[in-house]
């Protein structure tokens, strides 16, 4: 396998700062996920209200977060990376704020979609920041290090939450984000100086008001999918509506170009549109056995739930080490090699799942280290795959685009896997019908590494001597 004799660009000071002041913000929407999950009974009692309700302040958040990713091109464009950075942290603490001080459930749900509009932004421009700061040569590292700290979330963030609602109260929950904001902001005003915005670029108007809206009908359908005790024809309705405005969407886009909200001639780079399939691909196996693994050591192997979380860790392990070894592969040997390597190992942990789910705890753990560092590995290759050839101001909207579309894959993978459970449940017993869904997720990873041999093999090429000032400028995007 051909590699880059002269060795990786290293990633320097400036860069690793430039990480770490990102990571400060970053931290507080990834923590957010997750914490408020184990706020929902407590929730429920506070406010005198159904379990069904108060979840849509967990759905309120993920749907608006999805609303806000297409507009992260036109925002950056328009005035900066630097001052949307700030304003979607500011728009989070607010929402923070409010949701702390919420009165009712109602009031709560309209308050995390607040929130949620400010973190929708937080991770699509930390990508983008870095992909444009690191450049091809260096993209692997720093994704898989950027990643580390993003795996940590479901691990800490319940315990965090239990912690928070132990001693202090559900209000708390939110108002913990209050001084982390702050430390972002302070971080932000004093260090992070990237490229100035390209000019005062004009909305897609008609784009938004069919690409946002689309969007989120189709989150919101497969959301309502997933509960099959819903009426299904809501969700048909969202889907089928979804569809026809990403459609409109497409034949709005083509006609406009570079000046829609999102530019679909990037798929005209052969890298981006296979990066773009494998993250489709990547989100489905990730999220539909996060669905099931906690599902499958309840049910199946009858697991207290209070021991449920410990057994699920070995998978955010084994995807923090996957991000590691794999960043630092993927820019000396190219993306081809660490997707097959981690689609391999993605395999071979729902393997297990499949055929020895009776096996040891042990085993299943060493299963779940398998597909965490898989689905790493392919994560990593996809986000070197899918910057290596884009001109620097094509980088946000082809993240937004790369977010929605993995959204989208995870939600789909979602409900596939829940409604093969309910069938299978009603007609197979208990380890059988967990078995055979994991199969559909194995399904998820095979058709992942079918895609895998149209990823570049060789890692990026040096840059020549005459750009060696302007990969200077580049990098020089966090002072001291």
Request: proline residues 7%.
């Amino acid at each position: 396998m051909p590699t880059n004799s002269a060795g990786p660009e290293p990633l320097g000071r400036d860069l690793l700062r430039l990480m770490g002041v990102l990571l400060a913000g970053a931290s507080v929407a990834l923590l957010d996920t997750t914490i408020v999950a184990v706020a929902m009974e407590e929730l429920t009692r506070a406010f005198g209200t159904t379990v069904r309700t108060a979840q849509w302040a967990t759905t309120g958040y993920l749907l608006a977060m999805a609303a806000a990713i297409p507009l992260l091109g036109w925002l950056t464009d328009r005035w900066g990376a630097r001052r949307v950075w700030l304003g979607t942290l500011w728009v989070f603490l607010v929402g923070s704020v409010l949701c702390g001080l919420a009165w009712s459930i109602e009031s709560l749900i309209v308050f995390r979609v607040v929130q949620g509009l400010g973190a929708g932004l937080i991770l699509p421009l930390v990508q983008a920041i870095l992909a444009g700061a690191a450049g091809p040569q260096r993209i692997g590292r720093v994704m898989g290090l950027i990643g580390i700290p993003g795996q940590l979330a479901p691990i800490l963030g319940p315990v965090a939450g239990g912690l928070v609602l132990g001693s202090l109260g559900w209000r708390w929950i939110f108002l913990v984000n209050i001084p982390l904001c702050l430390l972002a902001l302070a971080l932000a005003h004093r260090h992070l100086h990237p490229p100035p915005p390209r000019g005062r670029a004009r909305l897609d108007l008609t784009g938004a008001l069919l690409l946002v809206p689309g969007t989120v009908a189709i989150l919101a359908g497969l959301t309502l999918a997933d509960d099959l005790s819903n009426s299904p024809t809501t969700a048909v309705g969202l889907l089928a509506g979804g569809a026809a405005l990403l459609a409109g969407f497409v034949l709005h886009a083509r006609r406009r170009g570079e000046a829609a909200l999102i530019d679909l001639r990037l798929f005209r780079y052969r890298s981006f549109s296979t990066a773009t399939v494998m993250m489709f691909l990547s989100g489905a196996s990730l999220y539909g056995p996060m669905l099931l693994l906690p599902l499958f050591y309840q049910q199946a192997r009858g697991v207290p739930v209070g021991e449920v979380g410990w057994l699920v860790a070995p998978q955010g392990l084994g995807l923090m080490a996957g991000l590691w070894v794999a960043g630092r592969w993927a820019d000396r040997s190219g993306p081809r090699i660490v997707a097959l390597t981690g689609a391999a190992l993605a395999c071979a942990g729902l393997g297990v799942f499949v055929l020895a789910g009776g096996a040891p705890l042990p085993v299943l753990s060493a299963g779940l280290v398998a597909l965490g560092a898989g689905l790493g590995g392919i994560g990593v290759a996809v986000s070197a795959t899918a910057y290596r050839d884009l001109p620097a101001a094509a980088i946000p909207r082809a993240t937004s685009l790369l977010n929605v579309v993995q959204r989208i894959g995870a939600s789909v993978g979602t409900v596939v896997v829940a409604f093969v459970l309910h069938r299978l449940l009603a007609g197979l017993d208990t380890a059988t019908a967990f078995a055979h869904t994991f199969a559909w997720a194995l399904g998820f990873a095979a058709v992942a590494a079918l895609v895998v041999p149209f990823l570049p093999a060789t890692a990026p090429a040096p840059p020549p001597p005459a750009d060696t000032h302007d990969a200077e400028a580049r990098t020089t995007t966090c002072e001291p």
